[in-house]
């Protein structure tokens, strides 16, 4: 299985056709069809109505398709029913707070599979903690499911929950996305997320601030909602050209000290012995992926 690239999702209310039109050509790894917070109650039913022919609409541009769903008991069923259909890529599932929870997703997802000729365990999960209770049981809930893919900790209705009002720096955020952080690299899950709001979407060195803060504490990408947000995400979360090249050269003079019969060799000034020449390797197939993810982007586009 190749390397997930998941650096920008970009989330669109699921409403609002003129918002769907040109989602295909914001270049985002992923496009979110949102049903939650950003549909009033009145309109979630027509929302609905429009998911299946928006999914292979927002997935021309050769990003991955999600829907957001709604975390509550009497509106559950009517999304899953209404966003697992071929072309889908995952289910965004928000406020997780109990491994319980999970598994009831699960087996709607399950069901609907079969239901509609999609092979078993296509359909992913990519959820969200957002309050303490959640938190406290986040890795139970990532044991819930083999389906999840990505996780992170939902920065507004965190602080929320906290009781306190966002800030510049995102230092509200800290404990909750180390501890996720902690938890994906654990369980081989994506760790997406910021160290600040996407809510500032005028605010773009702000929003850069934020998402680089995020990628030092280990989190690979990020939820965003505007499409000026999406290359500051792709940039940020790809290794720099300059970082690749000399990856590649750590790596070729490592094989070569090998080839010598030595496993520590100096480069730059530096020694590079196993861990890394493995960080290197890291950089370089991330970038590899991310290269192959662009050319098809880039071929469905055309």
């Known amino acids: 299985m190749g390397i997930k690239i998941r650096r920008s999702i970009l989330i669109f209310p699921a409403n609002v056709p003129r918002f769907l039109e040109k989602a295909h050509l914001r270049g985002a790894d992923a496009i979110t069809l949102d049903l939650e917070d950003s549909v009033p109650p009145a309109e979630k039913n027509e929302a609905r109505k429009l998911v299946r022919d928006a999914i292979p609409a927002v997935g021309r541009g050769g ?17 899953v029913d209404a966003s697992v259909y071929p072309g889908l890529t995952g289910i965004h599932f928000p406020k997780v707070e109990s491994a319980a929870q999970m598994h009831r997703l699960d087996a709607l997802i399950e069901a609907k599979e079969r239901e509609r000729g999609i092979p078993p365990n296509t359909i992913t999960i990519s959820a969200r903690i957002e309050t303490p ?76 601030r934020a998402a680089v803060r995020g990628k030092q504490l280990g989190l690979v990408g990020s939820g965003c909602i505007h499409p000026t947000q999406v290359p500051i995400l792709n940039r940020v979360f790809s290794p720099s050209p300059e970082r690749v090249a000399q990856s590649r050269r750590v790596m070729e003079a490592y094989e ?34 991310i290269d192959a993810l662009e050319r098809k982007k880039s071929k469905a586009r055309i």
Do not use: H
Not at 172 to 200: D, F, N, P, Q
Not at 257 to 286: E, F, N, W
């Open 63 to 79: 990003g991955e398709v999600l829907v957001r769903i709604n975390n509550e008991p009497d509106l559950i069923c009517e999304d």
């Open 133 to 208: 209770l959640g938190l406290l049981s986040a890795e139970a809930i990532a044991d819930a499911s083999p389906r999840i893919d990505t996780y992170g900790l939902g920065t507004v209705d965190w602080s929320f929950a906290l009781g306190v009002e966002p800030s510049e720096d995102g230092i509200e955020l800290l404990y909750g996305v180390c501890k996720m952080v902690t938890i994906c690299k654990a369980k081989g899950i994506l760790a997406t997320g910021l160290l600040g709001s996407v809510a500032g979407f005028k605010d773009l060195e702000g929003f850069e």
């Open 256 to 289: 070569d000290g090998l080839k010598r019969g030595t496993a520590s060799v100096a480069l730059d000034g530096k020694m590079v012995d196993i861990p890394v020449y493995y960080r290197a390797q890291v950089i370089v197939d991330r970038a590899d992926a």
